[in-house]
């Protein structure tokens, strides 16, 4: 939502939501949808139609599904709200299967301006400007291994390295 926010500001805006079919997905969804209708932005939805396959990650599945979606609006940049927290976690995500990847700046005619940005930092701004927002239910859920490092891991890196979110900003610039 800050990352909308921040756009329609000084762009005209249509907002791509995907639906993941999580618990709360509905209640996200008629979030989305009440603003783009209290602020005049043009809302496309989709949603996953399939379930995932025996022996597939859901977060790897939806992550496919969702950027097929996407791919479907290739005319213009499509923005994502990534940021450096989720550049922390998915590098150690990878680390930890032997990759160490760094959330490309693009991906196609994706694009990712926020990853230099702390989850902290957009969470002040909507509080700020009063931009209201959602923080998914399924963000709790300790059955996704994302939410397992958020949660359970990243308080014990950040006691072995409390700089860490700098390490990975330095990556993420030379990425750039």
Known sequence: MVA???LKRKHEVTVLHYHHNTANADKASAFVQRYCEQNSITLINDAIKSTVPLGRSREEWWREHR???FDKYNDYPLVTAHHLDDCVETWLFSSIR?????IPYRRN????????NR???LELWANLK?????????NLDMCYNRN???HIMMPHVLEINPGIHKTIAKKVRKDE
């Not at 005619?109 to 230099?116: A, E, G, K, S, W």
């Not at 009063?130 to 399924?138: I, R, T």
């Open 67 to 69: 950027y097929k979606f």
């Open 109 to 116: 005619h994706v694009i990712r301006p926020f990853r230099l």
């Open 4 to 6: 909308l926010d921040f």
């Open 119 to 121: 989850k902290r930092d």
């Open 98 to 102: 032997g990759k160490g990847k760094i």
């Open 148 to 150: 397992y490092i958020r």
């Open 130 to 138: 009063n931009v209201p927002y959602l923080e998914d239910d399924s």
